[in-house]
């Protein structure tokens, strides 16, 4: 028998609102998490040992907005949306608060931590890049600047592989900037492309960006020069994200639709079609790629 390309492994059940963000932990203490926030029943995040729910936070006075697991995946953080606008970070055994930061004047829209462990980023919708050395030892993040530049909301970013550069996205278009001499690069795209989410091919210099009117874009980030551009959905591209081996990209928008290409031949391979609403989210398990 023909295996099924593309099937639901499983569908967790109990998060009473919208979904925001989601996120995967390498193997840890806990074993594999995956963490996701509903948004306006109640401003919390949840904590999965796939597919059992192991912990609910009561996090922010408002909705949770971002996520991201610390490198050793003992520590969860969390960014709040709007008047909260504070950074979080969690034991994930225990659910106890480790510290709190106001970061942004306004939502902090995504986080992400460098492929070293040594760098937080977190991009707002006040426009602000922030930037922290992480310390492994003890948990913690000592801010170090705020990249200026963009002028509107920003709502994605993603640091490459090799730690060295960062690139954020939002609603004026995608700018690069240099990590080890804190510097902007260049501007890859202006206010024709309001970007909604980001994604780094992790083998090679290929960018992928997904936009307001439901296209993906591909870049080559070395010269900043667009490759293929392809019509992905009736509606916003709201997540990307290559499997770890990088020869498959994902993408959901907000036609309820996700779908899977071909980084090789940028082709389509399979949709999935089972949401009924806006899908917002969408994590790769950096295990296995499911």
Excluded: C
Aim: glycine fraction near 8%.
């Amino acid at each position: 028998m023909k295996k099924t390309p593309l099937a639901i492994l499983g569908t967790v059940l109990g998060l009473m609102a919208v979904v925001t963000s989601t996120t995967y932990a390498r193997e840890s203490r806990l074993g594999l998490m995956v963490a996701a926030i509903p948004e306006m029943a109640s401003s919390q995040a949840q904590s999965w040992r796939t597919p059992q729910l192991v912990r609910t936070i009561e996090a922010h006075s408002t909705a949770v907005d971002a996520l991201s697991f610390s490198p050793s995946g003992r520590v969860l953080l969390s960014g709040g949306s709007r008047s909260d606008a504070h950074l979080k970070l969690w034991w994930l055994k225990t659910g106890r608060e480790i510290d709190s930061l106001r970061v942004h004047q306004t939502s902090v829209a995504d986080l992400a931590f460098s492929a070293d462990g040594k760098i937080l980023a977190s991009v707002g919708e006040d426009g602000g890049v922030n930037l922290w050395r992480w310390n492994q030892e003890d948990y913690t993040g000592d801010y170090t600047r705020t990249f200026l530049g963009h002028r509107s909301n920003l709502l994605s970013l993603a640091i490459t592989s090799d730690s060295k550069v960062l690139v954020t996205g939002g609603l004026d278009g995608i700018r690069v900037w240099d990590l080890r001499n804190q510097r902007p690069l260049y501007t890859l795209a202006n206010f024709d492309n309001p970007t909604y989410s980001l994604a780094l091919h992790p083998k090679a210099e290929t960018l992928v960006s997904g936009l307001k009117n439901g296209t993906i874009k591909i870049w080559n980030l070395n010269t900043g020069q667009p490759l293929y551009v392809i019509r992905a959905h009736q509606g916003i591209t709201s997540a990307i994200a290559f499997t770890p081996n990088g020869r498959t990209l994902v993408s959901s928008g907000y036609d309820g639709k996700i779908k899977v290409w071909d980084t090789k031949t940028w082709q389509l391979k399979y949709t999935l079609a089972k949401h009924t609403g806006k899908i917002r989210a969408i994590a790769i398990n950096p295990v296995n790629g499911t």
